[in-house]
């Protein structure tokens, strides 16, 4: 590393903190940005410092966002009274772009790992509970990922929300989804077929 001047050495440095980039590739890509117009190096960073200004969670489902409510929340015709519930928001965009899902979500942001310390407070479980205050929940699917973390996540939510209302549907998507993966990077066909054989928990 000694080969570079310090100030690319610390860009390259900063590329390989990202997921999925190793030293290789942010050297790639910091030597791409070296040898490109000024102009890409702007739009980089101002598109870097508009997304950590603009976009924040929305106060309903927690799903990121532009604007709050989310243009989820706020469609009407997605109000059918089905809540999915993901651990974050890259699964939640996983199964919108899939197109299969027209309900509502609810972003968990993480998931129950009482090894690491992340208890109930630590997500948005009281503010799913709040939901049922102002909207009429019919049913909720619980999409958490094949993993410990994501059935703990489950059946907490199952035993939570099973006292809550008796007529409450509550379903888990199906399997076709592997122990252990990761919804966020399931295919369309599997994350459909997961989405359309849920089972029903409580009823
Ligand atoms: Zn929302």
Known sequence: ???????????????????????????????????????????????????????????????????????????????????CVVEGSGEQIALEESGIFKGRYHVLQGALSPLDGIGPEDLKIGQLLKRFDTEEIKEIIIATNPTTEGETTASFLVNLLSGKDSALKITRIALGVPMGGDLKYMDRMTLEHAMKSRISINQ
């Open 1 to 83: 590393m000694g080969i570079y001047p310090p100030s690319l050495k610390k860009l390259i440095e900063q590329f390989s903190r990202l997921p999925g980039i190793g030293q290789k590739s942010a050297t790639r890509v910091a030597l791409f940005i070296l040898r490109s117009n000024k102009e890409l190096a702007e739009s980089l960073a101002g598109s870097l410092m508009e997304i950590k200004e603009k976009i924040k969670f929305c106060s309903i489902c927690f799903n990121l966002t532009d604007d709050d409510p989310c243009s989820i929340c706020r469609n009407e015709n997605r109000a059918d009274g089905t809540i």
